[in-house]
T-cell receptor
Framework: DTGVSQNPRHKITKRGQNVTFRCDPI?????LYWYRQTLGQGPEFLTYFQNEAQLEKSRLLSDRFSAERPKGSFSTLEIQRTEQGDSAMYLC?????????????FGQGTRLTVV | QKEVEQDPGPLSVPEGAIVSLNCTYS??????FMWYRQYSRKGPELLMYTYSSGNKEDGRFTAQVDKSSKYISLFIRDSQPSDSATYLC???????????FGAGTRLAVHP
């Protein structure tokens, strides 16, 4: 297993376009998280899945954002009608439910630039 | 006021120095305290975590948590140029592990 995989690594899009990012977690991990990181800041929590159920969404996740995790495997994050303020690094992380180990493994992120 | 405060630096030290990185927090419910290292344009990598108060050592790295003061630290001994990165503190109250991050401290270790 090569860890958490995110695609694409970079995305440049014009304002108003829709974009979709994909995250493949570590295979046995049933918890999956999306975070957003802007320049000079730490990652900020967006949403959390336990298996296929989306259990929490941050106030940061406006109605233009939607995330899915069909069948509890990979996850997608879609942003509709992108705005320049959406430019950021979008990070996915996964961890294993049922252990005391709180470790969450992060992917390399998808860097979004809205022009 | 943010839940987790971290001095963004930058911090510049000579090779071999002892580095001290710190965070303060306001939420007394936090139980797990983590330190992540992030190289430029990469995802964060977990260095170590501590549960509740106390110290934890891993090689050149030592993490300390003082819950009474709501203050955590990461010490790096014999710092190397390869330690140059942004160090993020993060914490949560356990459960499903939503992490609250500090802003990160940028560290540069020069030869």
């Amino acid at each position: 297993d090569t860890g958490v995989s995110q695609n694409p690594r970079h995305k440049i899009t014009k304002r108003g376009q829709n974009v979709t990012f994909r995250c493949d977690p570590i295979s046995e991990h049933n918890r999956l998280y999306w975070y957003r990181q802007t320049l000079g800041q730490g990652p900020e929590f967006l949403t959390y899945f336990q298996n296929e159920a989306q259990l929490e969404k941050s106030r940061l996740l406006s109605d233009r954002f939607s995330a899915e995790r069909p069948k509890g495997s990979f996850s997608t994050l879609e942003i509709q009608r992108t705005e320049q303020g959406d430019s950021a690094m979008y990070l996915c992380a996964s961890s294993l439910l049922g252990t005391d180990d709180p470790e969450a493994f992060f992917g390399q992120g998808t860097r979004l630039t809205v022009v | 006021q943010k839940e987790v405060e971290q001095d963004p630096g930058p911090l510049s030290v000579p090779e071999g120095a002892i580095v001290s990185l710190n965070c303060t927090y306001s939420n007394s419910a936090f139980q797990y305290f983590m330190w992540y290292r992030q190289y430029s344009r990469k995802g964060p990598e977990l260095l170590m975590y501590t549960y509740s108060s106390g110290n934890k050592e891993d090689g050149r790295f030592t993490a300390q948590v003082d819950k009474s003061s709501k203050y955590i630290s990461l010490f790096i001994r014999d710092s190397q140029p390869s330690d140059s990165a942004t160090y993020l503190c993060a914490m949560n109250s356990g459960g499903y592990n939503k992490l609250i991050f500090g802003a990160g401290t940028r560290l540069a270790v020069h030869p």
